[in-house]
């Protein structure tokens, strides 16, 4: 009886499709499958969970501005090795090749909303966003470029800290980029630093954490040492979650957190608002 019914089944037959792997992706948070194509590309968002995947500088850069408004400056063709440090020219080569990019850090001049604004965006495919010499430059640059043409700064961080490979020379970009945003704040204009994931090191320590207003991106790492670093140093318990960007807004290291999705609007309401205020004083920018 049971063998007869499995007889007479019929049974369609299949047809089989080749799927390359780079189409699949899996959530590390959800854990859940799902083709490249179902996922949001202008936020790299989880369809399933909404957790967001790391955003190269161009993306960024495509999600935030005014369509065809980016002009990009200080693209730096040299490759700077101060201590001659075993392979990593050819590391730097590779990456440039990979990622189409020059350094850890892209810099220009867009509009957002009808809004000109200097803006510099760090790239952690990179050697992790580290700040070299090069990255230094370029957001040294940056900002006097703002000062030059009077323009609202933006700056993204997302960075390991100061790069390894340069010793002290990435360390005193600590101190060029915060001289840089010094002179910046004297002229009276407007630094919006957005601390993405992640931000932490010699880059937190600096510029990133100076902006007249300072944003977290939602669920952004933003600390100095890495939590497993300070608890062996100090030997104590760390709060969870105490390097999150929600920890840091709760205990006001923070302005505010926006989410991928309402970043260009928000930061378009913060400058048109900016903008007003300076013409109803007469203020020239």
């Known amino acids: 009886m049971i063998l007869d019914h499995f ?11 080749d ?4 189409c699949v992706i899996k959530c590390p948070k959800c854990e859940s499958l799902f083709f490249i194509d179902d996922m949001d590309h202008v936020n790299k968002l ?22 065809g ?5 200080f693209r730096e063709k040299k490759i700077r090795d101060p201590l001659k440090f075993p392979k990593y020219k050819e590391k730097q080569l590779s990456l440039r090749r990979k990622y189409e990019l020059d350094e850890g850090v892209v810099c220009g001049i867009a509009s957002i909303k009808n809004i000109k604004v200097a803006i510099a965006v760090m790239d952690t495919d990179y050697l992790m966003g580290s700040m070299g010499t090069t990255v230094g430059e370029k957001i040294t640059k ?26 002290m020379f990435s360390l005193m ?6 001289q840089a945003i010094a002179r910046h704040k004297e002229k009276g204009l407007l630094y919006i630093s957005i601390m993405t994931n992640p931000t932490t090191g010699g880059v937190s320590a600096s510029f990133a954490s100076l902006g007249d207003i300072i944003i977290g991106e939602k669920n952004a790492l933003i600390g100095f040492a890495g ?21 840091l807004l709760d205990h006001g290291l923070l302005d505010m ?13 913060i400058l048109e608002i900016h903008t007003n205020v300076n013409k109803s004083r007469g203020v020239r920018r």
């Not at 900002?143 to 490979?165: C, W, Y």
């Open 142 to 167: 940056t900002v006097e470029l703002s000062i030059k043409k009077k323009l609202p700064l933006l700056v993204f961080s997302a960075s390991g800290g100061a790069r390894m490979q340069e010793g």
């Open 173 to 178: 970009q600590m101190a060029k980029t915060s």
């Open 227 to 247: 939590p497993r670093v300070i608890k062996q140093v100090t030997g104590t318990e760390l709060p969870p979650g105490f390097q999150s960007a929600e920890f």
């Open 46 to 67: 989880c369809p399933h969970c909404g957790k967001y995947f790391n955003m190269t500088a161009w993306e960024r850069i495509a999600s935030l501005v005014d369509e």
């Open 257 to 269: 957190i926006l989410s991928r999705e309402e970043m260009r609007d928000r930061l378009g309401d």
């Open 7 to 17: 007889k007479n089944k019929s049974y369609r037959p299949v047809k089989k499709v």
């Open 19 to 22: 799927i390359q792997p780079d």
């Open 69 to 73: 408004s980016f002009v990009e400056y």
